[in-house]
């Protein structure tokens, strides 16, 4: 982990030497060439010295895990690491400042207005300290470090120990299994039914849900049936030759004419040989805990299509190697049921008792227990198999249950449940540590929502450039990977198929909470665990407190600060940390009962993001203007009107939230409303996100200079500026979502001067009366490589249909039709939207029917129908929408229920109904 630590110094050092900084430091600092040209030779070298460090860190954080000498080596760099950020960052600050430097600087605490030079001088001598504790580590690593030589050409170092270890303990254990009925159904299936050509069979999921024991239970019953067989656990520090090697070593032995030369065969005498013995043959070979794909390539070239029923089975955690399966192959694990994990529990906590029953006295504790083990195999039976032994008495049972996460990352009878989980995390890219580490970071069980996520991750500085795409791009995949390998888990996608929403499991959060504050990543402080708060904190998330500790504690150090106790005194918060933390990047107060902001936040250069959404801050100090580091502001609903006139100073703004609610269900015509931006809204021209502002003449203008826009929203736009947004509109090549609304349900829309499609809008919601003699023409409804996924047509009040018109747009996956047209009819024709999965019928008031021919929204999922007052019948066809998982009438009348009730036609649909007077209900 000190790696990514590392890594993070390095990016910081590679600004400070880039073309910009060292520009402005010529200017700001022409009389002081020796001074710079000193501190740069010094950054260089320690540069060059922390690359090193990181790729021996990289090569030795498995093997000398448990080595005492290297771990407080480890520490000793990591720190030395955070240090060499915080002056790098006072650097960037001092050359970079535009503002009177006297003053804004603070060196050390009663050193106030330092003079240019010697704020200078002590950066150098900084950085030169730096630079000599740095070639003193490597003198320590010398005398008391050991170089695990051994270790680099030894194939049983300590992950591939560890692995074998857990493999072979879920091997043994696949006896005992319980809640595998299912799935061991479908794998024998698939090994004994699926024809006579080679298939390979994938089993998913994240470790520790019994992949390992599935296959081996399915394994030892079935391998009589095959002339061979093998049973491979791949490590990913095997090199391919090694994999291969013990696949031949595995079925020679069974022949007992091992090749006598097989220690010295190379790549291509190893595949000629494993297909000569495999030719003629039904063989069956398992891999278990593969890694990566790469692993696999050079075992199909050994393989042969020899159509004899062979089997290949592939157990693993990650998705990519998932994608490895032949079709509709893949069979994913997931966690036990509340029942199945109960079951599993009592069979081992209570294996001497009858039948494995739970005395009376004990079964409330229990089930708590068993829920915080969230359905895992190996968490139900470690933490089973570590209460069988204890007494069974009501007061070491609620011991153990209180105690159950300090039990999970301390107690030696769930080493296998830690080093299970452990060898996730250490197997991760250094890039993805941080990333990880970071979830835990909020509090247990909330929902990690992806936009949220990548913005906190792009200010904390863990997303690296990686050629033309954005940081935001580059975040996304990350998240993708932490999703493919199974260290987060995916709640929901949005239409477009993107995670929307994820979430960590809570065995995984104990445990990476724990290699958090091991790591000194970051403490989450909260009733149950405090953690250590002292001067070298720099990540800290408040998930509840009984007191305002950041008015109390000195933390100059801290870089990341989130508070998630709405409870917690507010009124020092921001003052105590503008004062004492000034390397503070994430600020994130959101839901804070926070009324003001003082102007001492300017004081803190470092700041990229700053969330006060849904707080109660009604002004932004005119300081704001001095962040110039900053990357996001969040103050979506607050109580700010107006934003200061120095906004547009900060050009390295890249999300700007600044939306307020009205009526949180859409339904009102100015359900939200934005904000005016001041004058020189071009000069953030670095903007992604504009959610939302009011239109103004100078402001739609401004808006075709900002190039990077992706996602817009403008409220209360007259009809006179419909042409002057229109031309703005036709610059903004990267527009990917988009949100107009009219001034009032009155004034129309008109979109014709739209001559050219902008070739990257996905999502376009459209708030407004529409002009029904032009808006078809538009350039945004024709087809071609039309990209557009969501429409959301709002108080259109058409007179006629419009889907036929909008029928064109193939690629649609969400449809939202509002007060969208007054006709009494809608058809959805054969052949209609054949990508819909969402579609939402509201508020039209003269809809007395609704028809779904046969073949239309044939990939439809969920379809909502609200108050539609005068709709008389069921929609006709909805019987044939094979695909449909969610209907649901919403706002229905008590005589419409009754029909609801009564139509045969949705009987077998899973359906959801509220009504004027009662809530949400399913049927």
Request: aromatic share 8%.
């Amino acid at each position: 982990m000190a790696e990514a630590v590392i890594l993070l110094a390095v990016k910081k050092i590679s600004i400070a030497l880039g073309n910009e900084a060292i520009s402005q430091a010529s200017s700001r600092f022409r009389n002081f060439v020796a001074q710079i040209a000193e501190l740069h030779g010094s950054m260089t070298r320690i540069s060059r010295e922390l690359r090193f460090i990181h790729g021996f860190l990289c090569k030795m954080d498995v093997r000398n895990r448990n080595d005492q000498a290297y771990e407080i080596w480890v520490e000793e760099t990591r720190k030395l690491a955070h240090g060499i950020e915080d002056i790098v960052d006072e650097y960037l600050h001092l050359v970079g400042n535009s503002h009177d430097i006297r003053w804004t600087f603070y060196i050390t605490k009663g050193f106030k207005k330092p003079e240019v030079l010697l704020s200078l001088n002590r950066i150098v001598s900084l950085i030169k300290e730096a630079e000599a504790s740095l070639v003193h580590l490597f003198q320590v690593k010398e005398r008391w470090v050991p170089m695990a030589s051994a270790g680099q050409s030894n194939n049983s170092g300590y992950i591939v120990e560890r692995s074998q270890y857990l493999a072979s303990t879920s091997r043994s254990i696949s006896g005992d299994l319980v809640g595998i009925e299912q799935n061991k159904e479908t794998l024998l299936n698939w090994l004994r039914n699926d024809g006579m050509a080679l298939s390979t069979i994938v089993l998913h999921g994240m470790g520790g849900l019994g992949k390992t024991a599935l296959a081996a239970n399915v394994y030892k019953g079935e391998r009589e049936y095959y002339d061979c067989h093998a049973w491979i656990s791949v490590s990913q520090t095997n090199s391919p030759v090694v994999l291969l090697r013990k696949l031949l070593v595995e079925f020679f032995h069974q022949e007992e004419n091992l090749p006598s030369k097989i220690a010295t065969m190379d790549m291509i005498g190893i595949q000629e040989a494993l297909g000569d013995f495999l030719k003629e043959k039904k063989y069956l070979i398992v891999l278990d805990d593969v890694w990566t794909p790469e692993a696999l390539n050079y075992l199909s070239g050994a393989l042969v299509q020899n159509l004899k029923g062979s089997r290949v089975v592939i157990t693993t955690r990650i998705a990519n190697v998932a994608m490895l399966a032949s079709e509709g192959r893949v069979l994913t694990i997931d966690c036990l049921s509340e029942v199945k994990s109960w079951e599993l529990f009592c069979k081992k906590a209570f294996q001497r008792e009858t039948n494995h029953d739970c005395p009376a006295d004990l079964k409330a504790v229990s089930e708590k227990i068993v829920t915080k083990c969230k359905g895992l195999p190996l968490a139900i039976v470690s933490v089973g198999s570590l209460l069988s032994v204890r007494e069974k008495n009501l007061a070491e049972w609620k011991r153990i249950n209180n105690q159950l996460s300090w039990e999970m990352t301390n107690n030696p009878g769930l080493d296998d449940v830690r080093n299970i989980l452990y060898l996730s995390f250490i197997y991760l890219p250094t890039y993805l540590k941080s990333c990880f580490l970071y979830c835990t970071m909020f509090p247990e069980d909330d929902t990690l929502h992806r936009k949220v996520l990548i913005r906190l991750w792009i200010a904390e500085g863990f997303i690296e450039e990686r050629g033309e795409s954005t940081l935001e791009e580059v975040a996304e995949g990350y998240l993708v990977e932490l999703v493919h390998r199974n260290m987060l888990q995916l709640l929901e996608c949005n239409s477009f198929g993107r995670i929307k929403s994820c979430k960590m499991h809570d065995i995984v959060r104990e445990l990476a909470i724990d290699l958090s504050r091991k790591e000194s990543f970051g403490i989450a402080y909260g009733y149950q665990n405090h953690g250590v708060l002292d001067t070298d904190t720099r990540r800290l998330a408040i998930v509840k407190c009984s007191n305002d500790i950041l008015s109390s504690i000195n933390l100059p150090h801290l870089r990341s600060c989130k508070i998630f106790d709405e409870t917690m005194p507010s009124s020092r918060i921001l003052r105590s940390l503008s004062d004492k933390s000034k390397y503070i990047a994430v600020l994130e107060l959101r839901g804070l009962p926070i009324d003001k902001v003082p102007d001492a936040v300017g004081c803190l250069f470092n700041l990229r993001y700053f969330g006060l959404r849904d707080s109660k801050v009604k002004f932004l100090p005119k300081s704001i203007e001095k962040l110039s580091n900053l990357v996001i502001l969040d103050v979506f609903n607050s109580y700010i009107q107006e934003l200061p006139p120095g906004i547009v100073k900060l050009k390295n703004l890249r999300h700007l939230l600044v939306e307020r609610v009205n009526d949180p269900s859409w339904r009102a015509f100015r359900s939200r409303h934005g904000m005016h931006i001041p004058k020189g809204l071009l000069n953030l021209t670095n903007l992604q996100t504009l959610r939302a502002i009011e239109a103004q003449d100078q402001s739609i203008k401004d808006l075709g200079e900002l190039p990077q826009l992706r996602t817009l929203r403008v409220w209360n736009i007259k009809g006179t500026q419909c042409e002057r947004l229109s031309m703005s509109l036709l610059r903004l090549q990267f527009l990917h979502k988009m949100h107009i609304a009219m001034c009032d349900e009155n004034e129309v829309l008109r979109l014709n001067m739209l001559n050219s499609p902008l070739p990257n809008l996905e999502k376009l919601c459209l708030r407004g009366k529409l002009d029904e003699g032009t808006l078809f023409e538009s350039s945004l409804f024709q087809t071609g490589d039309q990209k557009l996924r969501a429409l959301y047509l709002i108080w259109s009040q058409l007179r006629e249909d419009p889907l036929p018109c909008i029928s064109r747009l193939h690629n649609l996956t969400q449809l939202n039709l509002t007060r969208t047209c007054n006709g009494d009819k809608l058809i959805f024709r054969s052949g209609w939207f054949p990508n819909l999965k969402f579609l939402l019928v509201r508020d039209l008031p003269n809809l007395l029917q609704l028809v779904i021919q046969e073949g239309a929204m044939e990939s439809i999922q969920t379809l909502q129908l609200a108050h539609l007052n005068k709709l008389k019948d069921v929609p006709l066809g909805v019987e044939l929408l094979t695909s449909l998982q969610r209907l649901s009438f919403l706002h229905v009348t008590e005589e419409f229920l009754m029909l609801l009730n009564r139509c045969s036609r949705i009987q077998h649909i899973r359906w959801w109904y509220s009504t004027r007077d009662q809530p949400l209900s399913r049927k």
